[in-house]
Each structure stands twice: as C-alpha cells, then as structure tokens.
C-alpha cells in the first residue's frame, strides 16, 4: 500500500476541471490517482510560494561534496578511465 504525501486526492476524471481540484485543495498540493495507484502529484502556485529558498554558500557546497565523497568515488574512478 502506498502512502500518500498529502491528505488531498483527485482522481484523473476530475482532472478535467482542475480549477475545482485546485479550490477542493486550499492551494495544498493534490496527489492523482489512476485505479487507485498514485501517478503524481499537482502542486499549485500558491505552495510552491510558501517553500523559503536561499543559495548555498561555498562552505556547504564544499562540505557537502566532502560528506558524499565516498558515496560517488566510484563512480568518479569509474569516469576516470573513459
């Protein structure tokens, strides 16, 4: 059974009038079902605004690539030889 991400459901018939699914929503984003199985997710304009985005300094960029160094070496000795 698959876990939905958010409480609002819609079906693929309904999405043809997807200004009803929106106003159904409250601007959350609406999880799309197909035979009951989850094929994606419509996220409106208004949650997208809400998510609070900044630039990574060089530090955290930094530091990110040293913590996921071991993760991605092989693959970069991989690449190595091409």
Avoid: C, W
């Amino acid at each position: 059974m698959t876990r939905l991400l958010t409480p609002h459901i819609a079906t693929m018939t309904e999405l043809r009038e997807p200004h009803k699914v929106f106003e159904r929503s409250g601007g959350k984003p609406v999880a799309i079902l197909k035979n009951s199985a989850v094929v994606g997710y419509l996220v409106p304009n208004e949650a997208v605004n809400q998510i609070e985005t900044r630039v990574a300094t060089l530090d955290e960029v930094m530091a990110h690539i040293e913590a996921t160094r071991a993760e991605v070496q092989p693959v970069l000795d991989y690449l190595r030889d091409k």
